[in-house]
C-alpha cells in the first residue's frame, strides 16, 4: 500500500566526515568547518549484533563509513559533520536498519530490536523534531489502514466502483499528508529538519516543481547550505 511512503524518511542524502577538526575551524571554500564533533553512544536492546556500521544514504542505496564493536550492548562513534544529515546504522548478521540525523553532539541512541525503525535519542533536538513529525505521519497514514480490508474485499468481488471510491479515499489522505508536510516547513524554516522533508518530496511519484521551489525560498538562510537543501536547489537549477 502507499503507506510505505512513510519510508519516506527515510529519503536520502551525502555525508561529509572529517577525521581531524581544525583547532580553531577552517575555511574551504565558502563552508567553515568548526571543531565541533559528533559523539554517539549507542544501546542495543533485545538483540546481539557483534558490530554496528554507520552508513551514509545516496538516493536508494547506503555505504558504510564507519563502524563500531558492540561490548555489553553499548558501541560509540564519533567523528564530525559539516552539516546535520540523516544517516542509517545497520547491524551484522540483522537485516535491519535504523535512520536517525546526526549532528555535531553528543547525544544517545537506543534501539530495541522491535521497534527499530523508532529508537528512542536523547540529547539531539533534531531528531526530537523528526520523530515529532514521523508521529504526526503516521496518525494520518494510519486511516489507509482502515481502509485497508475495505480494499482487500473490493478487490477479491471486483467491485470496480468500491475500489474507485477507496481508492479516491487514500488519494485524500495522501494530500493531507502532503499538506501537513508543507505546513510544517513553513513553521519550521529555520530547522534543518525542514530541508530533509522538503529533500523527500522530489520522491514522490507526481513532483510538484513549483510548490517545492516556494518552499525553498522561504527556508532560512543557514538552512540553505544544507545538503538536503542543495540537493532541492541543484534540482530546480537555482545554482
Partial sequence: MKKVV??????FLLFSCKKE??????????????????ILEGYI????????????????SIYPIDSSEVVDNTFKLSGIVEKPERFALTFENYAAIT???????????????????DPFIKGSEL?????????????IFKQIDY?????????????????????????KIEMEHLNFSYKYIAQNKESYVAAMILRDQLKADTI??????????????????APDAEIIASFLNLH
Fill in 99 to 117: 535512520i536517525f540525523i546526526i549532528e555535531n553532539k553528543s547525544f544517545t541512541i537506543s534501539i530495541n530490536s522491535e521497534t527499530i525503525n
Fill in 147 to 171: 481502509l485497508f480490508p475495505q480494499f482487500q474485499k473490493a478487490r477479491l468481488e471486483n467491485d470496480a466502483p468500491q475500489l474507485n471510491k477507496i481508492r479516491d479515499e487514500m488519494k
Fill in 127 to 139: 531528531n526530537s523534531q523528526l520523530i515529532t513529525y514521523k508521529e504526526k505521519s503516521k496518525e
Fill in 208 to 225: 510538484d516543481t513549483l510548490r517545492i521551489k516556494e518552499a525553498y525560498n522561504i527556508l532560512s538562510i543557514e538552512v540553505k547550505t
Fill in 21 to 38: 577538526p581544525s583547532q580553531n575551524g577552517k575555511q574551504t571554500g565558502e563552508r567553515i568547518i568548526t571543531n565541533k564533533t559528533f
Fill in 45 to 60: 536492546e533485545n538483540f546481539n549484533p557483534n558490530k554496528v556500521y554507520l552508513n551514509k544514504i545516496i538516493e536508494n
Fill in 6 to 11: 512513510l519510508v519516506f524518511l527515510l529519503g
